[in-house]
T-cell receptor
Framework: QQQVKQSPQSLIVQKGGISIINCAYE??????FPWYQQFPGKGPALLIA?????SEKKEGRFTISFNKSAKQFSLHIMDSQPGDSATYFC????????????FGTGTLLAVQP | GAGVSQSPSNKVTEKGKDVELRCDPI?????LYWYRQSLGQGLEFLIY????????KSGLPSDRFSAERTGGSVSTLTIQRTQQEDSAVYLC????????????FGPGTRLTVL
């Protein structure tokens, strides 16, 4: 119940295309869903996050779509650029004493010029 | 002003040796987390500190792993009698309060156990 399942494992997109990464969870107590971006040799950095009271959040070219009934959420990267090539992790946490993040297994995105 | 820093950036050790990994969180961040990232895996929670206390140690994989935090700042993760399966990148993150605040990650320490 603590798992967050992420797909695909890897993704190749042409420059200007749309990158879509999906995540699913089981624990309905999760109430915070961030996406992190990680470049090689660096730590993950928060990209965008959503709470279950909204169905969509957009920041620039990045959009999170959230489906509470299906217990799924996804990251859409519009007009993908070579600089977006990185590993993307979805995560979830629940309100409580620790707010530790439960991460998906990551998606390696390659945007071809 | 600086972000989360970790040292060393790389550590190679022999099986059976003890290692210490250090994390310097962002100044003023009371919450500190350790995660482990194994090859091809997501990040796995290890331990959470609020101030100098560790109310959640549920992710520590065995009693060979321990951590402490002093002065509400620097944290040290210690792995005793290292095993090859301990090889991974160990990441530290800090945040304000530990609530729904962004966790800022350090660059990690890559541990290789030969």
């Amino acid at each position: 119940q603590q798992q967050v399942k992420q797909s695909p494992q890897s993704l190749i997109v042409q420059k200007g295309g749309i990158s879509i990464i999906n995540c699913a969870y089981e624990n309905t107590a999760f109430d915070y869903f961030p996406w992190y971006q990680q470049f090689p040799g660096k730590g993950p950095a928060l990209l965008i996050a959503i709470r279950p009271d909204v169905s969509e959040k957009k920041e620039g070219r990045f959009t999170i779509s959230f489906n509470k009934s299906a217990k799924q959420f996804s990251l859409h990267i519009m007009d993908s650029q070579p600089g977006d090539s990185a590993t993307y992790f979805c995560a979830a946490s629940m309100d409580g004493a620790t707010n530790k993040l439960i991460f998906g297994t990551g998606t390696l995105l390659a945007v071809q010029p | 002003g600086a972000g989360v820093s970790q040292s060393p950036s790389n550590k190679v050790t022999e099986k059976g040796k003890d290692v210490e990994l250090r994390c310097d969180p962002i100044s003023g961040h009371t919450a500190l987390y350790w995660y482990r990232q194994s090859l091809g895996q997501g990040l796995e929670f290890l331990i959470y500190f609020q101030g100098n206390s560790a109310p959640d140690k549920s992710g520590l994989p065995s009693d060979r792993f321990s951590a402490e935090r002093t002065g509400g700042s620097v944290s040290t993760l210690t792995i005793q009698r290292t095993q090859q399966e301990d090889s991974a990148v160990y990441l530290c993150a800090s945040s304000l309060w530990g609530g729904k605040h962004e966790q800022f990650f350090g660059p990690g320490t890559r541990l290789t156990v030969l």
